[in-house]
């Protein structure tokens, strides 16, 4: 089995109240339902265009910018949501960049110290969750990771994209459980990666730190 760094290895599995503790404000309406679609082209060509307004407006304080969860993954089904990891410095110092994401819309919807820092924001048209992260934290890593795999593996695509179906069926009446019902499927998933040495030399290669430059 490949060596993975333990922090990247042992996900995060937070819980309905820890995620109120951490709400600023009041809740994004999409956290009411879940609608799965069919996958668009047009996410990634949405992602460009905010990577870019981002880029612009944090200069100099951005370590890297990338495109995650299902929507930047090419065939699957997703949420219409474009999910964003955002790298800084620090996310305690949020004077050096709340501002500015609020001046581009975004609103601060989460603020978890206890999970790396992670600091959640969204857009006005709640079509964007924009999730900034410490240069250190582990769980951007994990994305990438998880991202890549599908990209790379249709079967795992197929059943992700399949079960996420039915659990967005089956969580209906209580949608704000459909996150955590996805542990089971998504911890299958990342067993396979954490086995495949090639990943786990490119995390080695590139540093869990994620010190690449944003493009």
């Given at each position: 089995m490949a060596e993975y760094p333990q922090d990247v290895v042992q996900r995060f599995h937070g819980s309905p109240e820890q995620v109120d503790a951490g709400l600023v404000g009041e809740p994004p309406r999409t956290w009411g339902s879940v609608v799965i679609e069919d996958y668009d082209p047009?996410?990634?060509q949405s992602f460009t265009a905010l990577?870019?307004?981002l880029t612009e407006a944090l200069d100099g304080l951005i370590i890297g910018v990338e495109h995650v969860g299902s929507t930047a993954v090419p065939g699957l089904a997703a949420k219409p949501v474009i999910d964003i990891d955002l790298?800084?410095?620090d996310t305690a110092e949020e004077s050096t960049y709340l501002p500015a994401l609020e001046?581009?819309?975004?609103?601060?919807?989460?603020?978890?110290?206890?999970?790396?820092?992670?600091?959640?924001?969204l857009s006005p048209a709640e079509d964007v969750n924009l999730h900034v992260w410490p240069r250190a934290a582990p769980e951007p890593v994990r994305h990438r990771l998880f991202r890549d795999w599908l990209r790379s593996h249709p079967q795992d695509r197929e059943m992700y994209a399949a079960t996420k179906r039915r659990l967005a069926r089956?969580?209906?009446h209580r949608p704000r459980d459909?996150?955590?019902?996805?542990?089971?499927?998504i911890d299958e998933i990342y067993a396979r990666i954490f086995a495949a040495p090639a990943a786990a030399d490119a995390v080695e290669e590139e540093g869990v730190t994620n010190d690449a430059d944003a493009r």
């Open positions: 047009t996410w990634a990577r870019s307004s790298i800084i410095g001046r581009l819309g975004y609103r601060l919807v989460l603020r978890e110290p206890w999970w790396h820092g992670h600091r959640m924001f089956d969580t209906a459909y996150s955590l019902a996805k542990n089971d499927v």
